[in-house]
C-alpha cells in the first residue's frame, strides 16, 4: 500500500441477517482527499462509514488505514482518525475545557490544556469555556461535540451527516473548520444527503445504491441540481428521503 493511500477497501460486505447492506465495496482513498458519499436512504452510506471508522466489523472483506489493519492495530488506528456524528460523546457535567482536555488527554496529546483552547477558539466557544457542557444551547452542543472531534489533529476525520440539525452559525463554523483541514491536506469522508454542501466540501464522490458504489467522481465542477436530477430524478438541492 503506498504511502499516500490511507484508506483502501476490499470487498468490504456488511449483513444484518438476511439484508445485505453493503455488497462487495472496494475503493481507495489519498491522503488531503475531501470524499463525499451520496446515495438514498438505505443504500449503505453510513453502514459503510461505520465500517470505515471500526464502529461495525464487516461481514467479509477488509480495510486498511495507514496501511494498518483494523484487527491488529486498532488502537494505533483510533488515535489517528476523528469522527463527527450525531451523538456528542461530551460529559454534561464537565466545563466544555474539561471535556476537551479529557479527550486530548485520551488520545495522548502533548499539551491537552492548549489543545483545548485552540479548539474552544476555533468553534467561537472560549467565552465559554468554563461553563459545563449542559448548559449549553443545540448549536453551541453541536460545536462543541465537533471541537471534540478535532481536538486531537486527527489525519482522517470520518463525517456522518455533519450538517444535520446546525443552526447556521454552527453550520458556518464547520464549513470553516472543514475548509481549514481541506488547506492543511487531512482527509474528509463525508455521508450527506445535502448535494450542493456535499459538492462544495469535497474534490471526489462516491455514489451507493443497493449496498454498491455505482459510481466515483469528481466533484468539481459539478451542478448540485442537475446532479440531484440525474440521479436521483430529484430538481431540488437534497436528496430524496
Request: aromatic residues 6%.
Amino acid at each position: 500500500m503506498s504511502d499516500d493511500i490511507l484508506i483502501e477497501a476490499r470487498g468490504l460486505t456488511r449483513r444484518f441477517g438476511s439484508r445485505l447492506a453493503v455488497d462487495r465495496v472496494g475503493f481507495e482513498i489519498r491522503r488531503g482527499e475531501a470524499v463525499a458519499v451520496f446515495g438514498p436512504n438505505g443504500a449503505g452510506k453510513t453502514t459503510l462509514l461505520r465500517i470505515l471508522c471500526s464502529a461495525l466489523k464487516p461481514t467479509a472483506g477488509s480495510v486498511e488505514l495507514f496501511g494498518l489493519d483494523y484487527r491488529r492495530h486498532a488502537e494505533q488506528i483510533r488515535s489517528r482518525i476523528g469522527v463527527i456524528s450525531h451523538s456528542s460523546y461530551l460529559y454534561d457535567d464537565l466545563s466544555a475545557r474539561d471535556n476537551l482536555v479529557f479527550f486530548a488527554r485520551l488520545y495522548g496529546v502533548p499539551d491537552p490544556a492548549s489543545a483545548a483552547d485552540r479548539m474552544l477558539d476555533a468553534m467561537e466557544l472560549g467565552a465559554r469555556a468554563v461553563d459545563a457542557a449542559k448548559t449549553f444551547s443545540r448549536g453551541m452542543t453541536q460545536r462543541l461535540s465537533i471541537a471534540r472531534s478535532l481536538v486531537h489533529d486527527p489525519e482522517i476525520v470520518f463525517l456522518d451527516e455533519p450538517f444535520s440539525g446546525l443552526d447556521p452559525h454552527a453550520a458556518a463554523v464547520l464549513r470553516d473548520a472543514l475548509e481549514a483541514l481541506r488547506v492543511r491536506r487531512r482527509t474528509l469522508v463525508m455521508v450527506t444527503h445535502d448535494i450542493p454542501l456535499g459538492l462544495a466540501t469535497s474534490g471526489r464522490y462516491l455514489l451507493m445504491a443497493g449496498g454498491r458504489v455505482v459510481e466515483d467522481g469528481s466533484s468539481e465542477g459539478q451542478d448540485p441540481a442537475r446532479f440531484a436530477s440525474m440521479h436521483f430524478g430529484a430538481r431540488r438541492g437534497a436528496e430524496p428521503s
